[in-house]
Antibody
Framework: EVQLVDSGGGLVQPGGSLRLSCAASGFSFSSYIMNWVRQAPGKGLEWVSGIVGSGGSTYYADSVKGRFTISRDNSKNTVYLQMNSLRVEDTAIYYC?????????WGQGTLVTVSS | EIVMTQSPATLSVSPGERATLSCRASQSVSTNLAWYRQKPGQAPTFLIYDASSRATGVPARFSGSGSGTEFTLTISSLQSEDFAVYYCQQYNNWPRTFGQGTKVEIK
């Protein structure tokens, strides 16, 4: 059974940092593109970042480019999102998602709140 | 960036009736399009990929069509669990982009 477990969210002040993790199981992790998607309170889905299976290529939404870094450790079946210089508008539930002809599997999400 | 536009924003439908949702891309995405359903307080779930293929376990009442820039999701007979928000997403180009969502509510 495929499982994605998101963790690492919390309350952080503007300008602060946070690292999210997504632990994967039940599939050949290194073979799949992994993504982070966020959803601000009461809003729609926003794709944030993606990383290919080898980790050799990464992609970002313009809204987070230069502040967020996606990475993966295929030995630990885990994908990370390092978030720096956080802003109030980064407040959202963050989901990891496995790409297989679309985002086939999703984590349960982790809430990030940026507030003073 | 490819902009995905969904219509209508809200669709009011009676249980058992048919619902038709639209999604338009600002440039061609071929058939690299997926649909998701999101119930309140839950993560999205995967319904359709490659514009018209149902994901594993998705009931036959869900069907997708289209290619290029125009896509449709049809739910043939709405069940109680189908009253939710639906999103389309293109995966033809980076950045991946979602539509703003269509809320299907009970009439």
């Amino acid at each position: 059974e495929v499982q994605l477990v998101d963790s690492g969210g919390g309350l952080v002040q503007p300008g602060g940092s946070l690292r999210l993790s997504c632990a994967a199981s039940g599939f050949s992790f290194s073979s799949y593109i992994m993504n982070w998607v966020r959803q601000a309170p009461g809003k729609g889905l926003e794709w944030v970042s993606g990383i290919v299976g080898s980790g050799g290529s990464t992609y970002y939404a313009d809204s987070v480019k230069g502040r967020f870094t996606i990475s993966r450790d295929n030995s630990k079946n885990t994908v990370y999102l390092q978030m720096n210089s956080l802003r109030v508008e980064d407040t959202a539930i963050y989901y990891c998602a496995m790409h297989n002809y679309g985002f086939q599997y999703w984590g349960q999400g982790t809430l990030v709140t940026v507030s003073s | 960036e490819i902009v995905m536009t969904q219509s209508p924003a809200t669709l009011s439908v009676s249980p058992g009736e048919r619902a038709t949702l639209s999604c338009r891309a600002s440039q061609s995405v071929s058939t690299n399009l997926a649909w998701y359903r999101q119930k309140p307080g839950q993560a999205p779930t995967f319904l359709i990929y490659d514009a018209s293929s149902r994901a594993t376990g998705v009931p036959a009442r869900f069907s997708g069509s289209g290619s290029g820039t125009e896509f449709t999701l049809t739910i043939s007979s709405l069940q109680s669990e189908d009253f939710a928000v639906y999103y389309c997403q293109q995966y033809n180009n980076w950045p991946r982009t979602f539509g703003q969502g269509t809320k299907v509510e009970i009439k």
